[in-house]
């Protein structure tokens, strides 16, 4: 089927968002995942398997493609009298007229921008992502210190599919978007990341240290479930 052929298939089904098609080498029958910062619909195909029968499986996805469109949390834009949180606390963006202040501040239930209103999304964006950073590896590194670990290397990224990650070489990764979950929350992240430089699976060891280094892990784990398009909402 060409190309054309199937993006005009895909846009009579009127699905309420754009669709994606990805053929996976290791995807072993059709499925649809919902990207919630994108809002967008991915379709997966197994190698060998033809779009034709992605496209009849969509069309019988209707329903259930109409449900999880609606349960996504509306988005959030960086624009001025926005709230979003940071370590869970809500704070407005206000526009900052002084030009002497900083390009962003961060105080008591605000985020100040300084410059014109199409600089503020991308301010904001870098700003809190250097937050994320910093603070990420300040927790990581006070944790993976009581256990006796070295971490190489904390870095963020714009992840859709997990929240944290931890490499072979000691080098550990987080969703930056973590930095707008409340703060127990994120312990329990970086305590889930810090427990792989001892223990690289997910067995009862494992889990035992995640425990004693976020004691109450059940409850963050559960709030992500929760909120995880809501966290994917900001920006």
Not at 41 to 67: C, D, M, Q, Y
Not at 150 to 169: E, F, H, L, N, P
């Amino acid at each position: 089927m060409a190309l054309e052929d199937i993006r005009r298939q895909v846009a009579a089904l009127d699905l309420g968002a754009p669709v994606s098609i990805r053929v996976s080498a290791r995807a072993r029958r059709i499925a649809l995942r919902i990207d919630a910062a994108e809002r967008r619909v991915e379709l997966v195909l197994p190698r060998g398997v033809p779009a034709s029968h992605g496209l009849r499986f969509l069309a019988t996805k209707r329903s259930w493609i109409a449900g999880r469109l609606r349960a996504l949390h509306p988005p959030v834009p960086f624009v001025e009298g926005a709230i979003i949180p940071l370590l869970g606390v809500p704070h407005r963006i206000r526009r900052e007229l002084d030009p002497a202040a900083p390009p962003v501040a961060i105080v008591p239930g605000e985020i100040r921008v300084r410059g014109e209103p199409e600089h503020l999304t991308r301010r904001i964006s870098n700003h809190i992502m250097v937050m994320a950073r910093k603070e990420f590896t300040r927790r990581a590194r006070q944790l993976a210190a009581g256990i006796g670990k070295d971490i190489a290397r904390v870095s963020v990224r714009d992840t859709k599919s997990r929240w944290g990650s931890c490499s072979g070489q000691a080098s550990l990764s987080f969703s930056w978007r973590l930095i707008f979950a409340p703060e127990r929350v994120i312990d329990y992240v970086v305590a889930h990341e810090v427990a792989h430089l001892a223990e690289m699976n997910h067995g009862p060891r494992f889990w035992r240290l995640v425990e004693s280094l976020s004691p109450g892990s059940v409850g963050p784990r559960a709030w992500l479930k929760r909120h995880r398009n809501q966290l994917f909402s900001y920006g």
